[in-house]
Structure formats: C-alpha cells, structure tokens
C-alpha cells in the first residue's frame, strides 16, 4: 500500500523552548534551553494533508505507528524491543469499591522492561543513536535505569546508572544485567542528577535525564496516541497519572492537542489531568495548592514508590500548566496506605499493579468522596510499571503446613 509520507524525512520543524519559546533547531543534538526542557515541534498541516488517522489500520501495533507524530526521519533505525500496544483492561469491580461505573487501567507494564519507561527510552536511544552519541548517563529511582541500560544494550551503546542506594532491587540488578555500568549513591535521584552532570565533560557522555533531552517526551506521548486510537478518538473525561518527573502526563497532554490540531479526535473534549503524589515527597501538589506554577524542591522526601521520589522535577512547570489547562489538579495521598491500596487493586482486578499506580486509587477514593469525579464518568489509570518489580513493596510472610501434622482445614478456610 502506498504511503503518502514515504520519502519525506520527517515531519519536525523545530524545537521550541518551553520556558520562553526560543527556536532551536532540530537537526543537532540539544540538551536543555535556560536550564528548561525542549519541545518537540511538527508541521502539522503538512502532516493533516499527508496522513489519516484510517491509515493506522493497516500499520502493525506498537508506537512506532504514529511515525508521522514521531523524531525520527525515514530511513533512521529504530531501537525497538516492540514496544507497545499495552492494553486498555476494564475495572469493573476495582470500580464498584470506588463508586464508578467506567473505570480503566492501561497497563505500561506489560511493555517490553515493565514499565511505561520503555516508550521514552525507546525514543532516546534510537534519536541518541540517529545524532551519533556513544555513551549515555542518567539517574535513576527506579525503571528508567533498567530501561535505559536494556535500549542501549539494543543499540551497542555504553549506559552509565546512578541509583539511591534504597532503590528497589529488582531495579538495580536488571540495569546490570542490561551490561549498564550501575552504581550505588547514598543520596537521593537529584544528588544521582548531580553525579551525572558533573561528569559529562570527563566521562563525555550524554545526559539522558527526565527532560534534559527533547526525545522522551515524545516517546510517552505515545501513551496519549495510542489511548486515543483505542478509546475510537474520544478521549476519556479523567486521566490518573502518578507523578514523579511528570514527563509521561506532559507527554500525552502535547499528544491531545496535537491531535486535535490534525482534527483526528470526534469531539474537543480533552481529559482532566489529574497528576498524583505521595505525601512523602509531593512538590508539584504542593504548588499547585499553593497556585504557583513552579515547585520548590520537597525536602527529606521518602516513598514507598520510588518512582514518585522525584523532590525537584526540571519539568515542574509543564507538568502544572498541564494540569490547570486541563481543569485538572494535583493531589498527594497518604504514604502508610500505598501497600493497602496496591493489594486492592490487585486482588481486585488481577492487574499487577506498582505502588505507584496504587498511589492513584488512593486519590479516586479522595476525589469520588469529594465529589471531583462524577460516579458516570469514563476514567483511565495508567499503571506504569508490574507489580513484581517492587518485592520490597510486596514482602509478606505466607502461613506454612506442615506435612508431618494434620492439616488444619479450619484455618485454611479462615480468611
């Protein structure tokens, strides 16, 4: 079949700094404008004119779909571990105990290392390889140091992780499994931030942070594409997105309004944003309470779920623009009750969900008590990583028999 954008590169037409808008361009690699993140910017005319969004029926699933909405240009290898679709799972009972009649999980970890952070790595590496890097850095509290190592492994390039010394196990040993050259700090991601920064003139590596490169952004956008695509171009009413570095919720907020620049949704109606936190460490609920637009960094942060233990995001600012454009909020819950809210999920629905995305169910049950969530509306949770990655979070100590007694049946048909 004869696709109407073979033969052009590609469909960007500059970056764009998202602090002052100042032009960059697009082809050299670029970091970060005024010590802010970079846009992504496309031709959207010319995309309208050379694409449908029928013509996605004939593409094989995954993100590299949206290739129109996508950096790279023709001809660029892909470093892809087959990335996507992940599925759209209705809730039905998780629903009932919430009081919604249409509520959704679109579970990112079931994409290729378990978690949504194989969208923005994905997209990294491949642009990272396409600008001719060899060595990439970045911290890590979490999956994105696994992620990273594993894409680079793809594409024959150096990784180089830096880790809290509490970060989950599982996400230590799969970064150096990966062949990552993974090291402990006793600090928290933004001294591992640090670490990074103060070496890439030594160790000439390119920083692969959370939006100090333009690229993962677009990555998880696709989240927003493909949730598109599989809600029919009607978009949801409410969007739960747990939050650390915040590049996935703005991600998918630039998606919507690039689709309905390109006329591709059925209706105008965009999702409510709602961005979540733990108490333990909730900067970007904190300003949006506060009504500032940037956030101050939170001190003596700690979480259970590690990937929300992000004290000061350089996309602090975009993510809130996002929520209050939205006519979303920003919402922390309760750190002690994370484990509790996890095991319901999962015991509810079979879903393997991460503590992260359990920090969400608790702030349904917060806003469906209050009234911000309407028991009708259609609401989608994103789960951003498996459950099993978090072994810390899930320890538990199982009643044994023993066979050399008599089986006390009454005990095992207790609760």
Not at 45 to 64: F, H, K, N, T, V
Not at 293 to 301: I, L, S
Not at 311 to 321: C, E, K, S, T, Y
């Amino acid at each position: 079949m004869h696709d109407p954008a073979a033969g052009r590169e590609t469909f960007v037409s500059h970056l764009e700094s998202a602090i002052d808008g100042t032009r960059l361009a697009a082809d050299e690699l670029q970091t970060l404008h005024r010590d802010r993140p970079l846009w992504v910017r496309y031709d959207l005319e010319a995309i309208r004119r050379s694409c449908s969004r029928e013509q996605l029926r004939d593409r094989e699933p995954g993100m590299w779909r949206y290739r129109e909405l996508l950096p790279p240009r023709s001809g660029d290898p892909i470093v892809s571990l087959g990335e996507g679709p992940s599925p759209l799972i209705p809730c039905p009972r998780l629903g009932g105990q919430l009081g919604l009649q249409n509520l959704w999980i679109k579970d990112e970890g079931q994409l290729p290392t378990g978690s949504f952070k194989s969208r923005g790595m994905a997209m990294a590496i491949t642009m990272a390889q396409r600008f001719g890097v060899k060595r990439v850095a970045l911290p890590s509290a979490g999956n994105a140091g696994g992620a990273a190592g594993a894409y680079a492994a793809r594409a024959g390039m150096e990784c180089f992780v830096f880790m809290p010394e509490d970060t989950p196990i599982v996400n230590q040993y799969e970064a150096v499994l990966a062949g990552a050259r993974t090291f402990r700090v006793n600090g928290l991601i933004t001294d591992c931030g640090r670490i990074v920064r103060e070496g890439q003139q030594r160790m000439q590596w390119f920083d692969l942070s959370t939006l100090k490169e333009p690229y993962r952004i677009e990555g998880k956008k696709t989240m927003g594409l493909e949730l598109a695509e599989q809600c029919e171009w009607v978009l949801p009413d409410v969007i739960l997105y747990p939050t650390g570095g915040g590049t996935g919720l703005i991600g998918m907020w630039k998606a919507f309004a690039e689709l309905a620049e390109l006329g591709w949704l059925e209706d105008d109606g965009r999702p409510r944003m709602i961005s979540v936190q733990s108490d333990g460490c909730a900067p970007i609920a904190r300003a949006f309470a506060a009504q500032e637009r940037f956030a101050e960094p939170f001190a003596n942060a700690q979480t259970i779920a590690r990937g929300l233990r992000v004290p000061a995001a350089v996309g602090d600012f975009m993510i809130l623009d996002a929520v209050r454009e939205s006519g979303g909020c920003a919402i922390a819950v309760d750190e002690t009750r994370i484990t509790e809210w996890m095991r319901q999920a999962v015991t509810a629905e079979g879903i393997s969900v991460c503590p992260e995305t359990a920090a969400c169910v608790g702030a349904l049950e917060t806003l469906t008590a209050q009234g911000q969530i309407q028991p009708h509306e259609r609401v989608v949770v994103f789960n951003t990583g498996a459950a099993q990655k978090y072994i810390e979070a899930i320890t538990t100590t199982l009643p044994s028999i023993d066979l050399e007694k008599e089986i006390a049946w009454s005990e095992i048909e207790s609760p």
